[in-house]
């Protein structure tokens, strides 16, 4: 139908119940919703997608135990979609950073 | 017919319990369990490719490894730790050392070889138009021998290779209702003797006949069945 | 101050919550994104795979009787006419429930399922009891699963031993004519194309 499904034949198969997809919080299905409305607009396709989570869930993987956060999906899969961003050239990481840096400074009271 | 062999085959088999049933459960109860799922479409591109061939690995896990606790993806994992075995991956000792366990504890050890399949225990092989996307479907230009209505007896063989008829249906009369589309022959695919298609036949039993007088009312089984399973059960009275 | 107001103050800027807001608002601000197409995806992600397709078919088939009669004909070029394609469906026969008869379907060989139309398997399903008993004493597993049926109904049990899949089609609930397409959907439960449910209004 979209060729997510693609994902669901790896190891990069997102939580599910009942079949259906499980968020947990409103930012995963914002990740979500990013992811496929860039492959949507064709600047990278499921496929590549699926090799970037593997990838991000295999960097978790090989963290030592001591530095190693619990299993978060979503986690790997936000640091996926960055890389994919990065590497398409779409944004800089640095536009990121500061950005995100901005959000959590924001003062006190900021109606978002 | 060496049924210790057949573990898989369990329809009509007793003395399982309550279906296990939780209405809105999980898809993957553990982690491993996705990995499982993930790293299968990996190992299976370099081993198993074949329509059947898969399935026959999971068919020759003893039943200690087949039933085994870790349920279903469980049995993917020993199946898949056979296939990396016998396409010379992963040797089964050398997967028992990298895991610091003892040699002898994986499946690899207790699973029984891929059968030898007699190819003249298979109907013929023959030509058919390639398709243009990735199925097992096949276009073949005789019409199936059988027609809805007709009363049949699958008789199968009896050789151990992999298989899609069901014991429980073996040498009872049903009675044919459908014609589905002709597809390879997974008794052959599976072991790489060609792909021998067969039309489809679904094929309605009744409870009765299979289980006896004491079974359920009403109960009619329908099983899909390759055309070469199935006999007339007039040419066989 | 207080904390707790600000849902990202204080929170860690690398925190995957705030990194996805950032790159959500970049990628709308630099126009590679739009964000109106992104909620109307979540909308259709979170309930368009899994049982949703299997459950909008038998929604429509209850409105539509035309459709209704070509899914049970030919499954296969009703579902090509609604887009509908992905993995393990190569034949889909579509089975109705009626009064009298009720269907339920089982692979006893392995575990083989309609994903492209229902998701991904239930552990139940796949399990030596189901597979093992179904088709022996249907009528009793049913019950113990929560579904009595009487006497009289014809139960055909549909084992999936060939690359065809099947997809029951359960009768529509009394007291449901007022309904569209989606609220019809929503009491299509996956077990019900199975057949070890009915459809029911909640």
């Known amino acids: 139908m979209s060729g997510v499904e693609i994902l669901d034949g790896s190891l990069a198969a997102p939580p599910r119940t009942n079949g259906e997809l499980l968020f947990e919080a409103p930012w995963q299905s914002r990740a979500f919703g990013v992811a496929a409305d860039l492959v949507e607009s064709d600047c990278f396709s499921w496929s590549e997608f699926r090799g970037s989570l593997i990838d991000a869930i295999q960097t978790w993987e090989n963290l030592e135990t001591h530095n190693q956060p619990p299993w978060d999906y979503y986690t790997c899969w936000v640091a996926a979609l960055e890389q994919l961003v990065f590497r398409k050239v779409l944004l800089k990481p640095a536009e990121v950073d500061l950005r995100s840096r901005e959000y959590v400074d924001r003062p006190h009271g900021h109606d978002h | 017919m060496n049924s210790a062999h057949r573990v898989h085959d369990i329809g009509g ?29 990996q190992v299976l591109s370099e081993t198993a490719k074949r329509p059947g061939e898969f399935r026959h690995a999971l068919e020759r896990l003893s039943p200690e490894d087949y039933f085994c606790s870790d349920g279903y993806y469980g049995r993917w994992r020993a199946a898949m730790e056979v296939l990396l075995d016998e396409y010379g991956h992963v040797a089964k000792d050398e997967l028992d050392d990298l ?18 399949v007699d190819p003249q225990n298979l109907p013929p092989d023959r030509l058919t138009p390639k398709p243009n996307h990735r199925t097992v479907r096949r276009e073949l230009e005789e019409a199936s021998q059988f027609e809805v209505g007709d009363r049949v007896i699958a008789v199968g063989n009896n050789g151990m290779g992999h298989t899609r008829l069901p014991e429980y249906v073996r040498n009872i009369p049903g009675t044919v209702v459908k014609l589905h589309p002709a597809e390879v022959l997974p008794d052959s695919t599976a072991h790489n003797l060609g792909e021998r298609p067969q039309h489809v036949v679904c094929v309605a039993y009744r409870a009765k006949d299979l289980w006896g007088q004491d079974a359920e009312e009403d109960v009619v089984i329908n099983v899909d069945l390759y055309e070469n399973y199935l006999a007339m059960e007039t040419e066989l009275s | 101050m207080n904390k707790q107001d600000d849902h990202h103050h204080g929170v860690d800027p690398n925190s995957p919550e705030v990194r996805t807001e950032a790159l959500e608002d970049l990628l709308v601000e630099k126009g590679l994104i739009d964000r109106g197409r992104v909620d109307a995806l979540i909308e259709r992600f979170e309930h368009d795979l899994g049982p949703m397709i299997g459950a909008r078919l038998v929604a429509k088939s209850w409105l539509e009787p035309q459709f209704r009669k070509s899914l049970l004909e030919n499954a296969d070029r009703a579902l090509e006419e609604e887009n509908i394609k992905g993995a393990e469906i190569e034949h889909v026969e579509v ?43 249907p009528r009793k597993v049913l019950q113990e699963m929560g579904l009595s049926l009487d006497a009289e109904t014809e139960i055909r049990v549909w084992d999936s031993s060939s690359e065809t899949r099947f997809l029951v089609l359960p009768e529509r609930p009394e007291g449901t004519e007022q ?6 959907a929503q009491l299509v439960t996956r077990d019900s194309m199975i057949g070890v449910a009915k459809a029911k209004v909640s």
Request: hydrophobic fraction near 35%; glycine fraction near 12%.
């Open chain 3, 95 to 137: 089975k109705a429930n009626e009064p009298g008869v009720h269907n339920v379907v089982v692979c006893t060989l392995c575990s083989c399922y309609p994903w492209a139309l229902l998701g991904l398997p239930p552990s139940w399903y796949k399990s030596p009891e189901y597979r093992s008993r179904v088709v022996r004493e």
């Open chain 2, 13 to 41: 088999v007793e003395g399982w319990g309550a279906v296990p049933y939780e209405p809105d459960e999980e898809v993957f109860h553990y982690d491993w369990e996705r990995r499982v799922f993930g790293l299968m479409f």
């Open chain 3, 179 to 184: 309904l569209g397409l989606e609220e019809l």
């Open chain 2, 99 to 116: 895991l610091g366990v003892e040699r002898g504890t994986g499946p690899g050890h207790r699973v029984a070889g891929v059968a030898e």
